[in-house]
C-alpha cells in the first residue's frame, strides 16, 4: 500500500454525475462495492487497467487521469 494518500473528491463527484451510484460504477468496472470502497478510501489502489476501464466508463481521456486519479 501506498503511503500517499489521494483526493478522489473529483473522481467520486464524476462517478455520481455519471454513473449515479457507486454501486453501478463498480459493476461497471468489474469490481466489488466493497473493493471500490477500498480503493476510493486509500485503502487499496487503482490498477492501471481498472484506471483505464474507468476512464472509458466515466468519458474522461488519458489526459484527466492525473486529475481524477492523483491529486494529492
Same mark, same amino acid.
Given at each position: 500500500?501506498?503511503?500517499?494518500?489521494?483526493?478522489?473528491? *473529483? %473522481?467520486?463527484?464524476?462517478?455520481?454525475?455519471?454513473?449515479?451510484?457507486?454501486?453501478?460504477?463498480? +459493476?461497471? =468496472? &468489474?469490481?466489488?462495492?466493497?473493493?471500490?470502497?477500498? *480503493? %476510493?478510501?486509500?485503502?487499496?489502489?487503482?490498477?492501471?487497467?481498472?484506471?483505464?476501464?474507468?476512464? +472509458?466508463? =466515466? &468519458?474522461?481521456?488519458?489526459?484527466?487521469?492525473?486529475?481524477?486519479?492523483?491529486?494529492?
Amino acid at each position: 500500500m501506498s503511503a500517499l494518500k489521494f483526493n478522489y473528491s *473529483k %473522481l467520486r463527484g464524476r462517478i455520481k454525475e455519471i454513473c449515479g451510484t457507486n454501486a453501478r460504477f463498480a +459493476k461497471m =468496472l &468489474g469490481v466489488a462495492e466493497t473493493t471500490l470502497s477500498a *480503493k %476510493l478510501n486509500n485503502l487499496n489502489e487503482f490498477t492501471q487497467s481498472e484506471i483505464f476501464k474507468a476512464i +472509458k466508463i =466515466l &468519458g474522461l481521456t488519458n489526459a484527466d487521469i492525473p486529475i481524477y486519479f492523483f491529486a494529492t
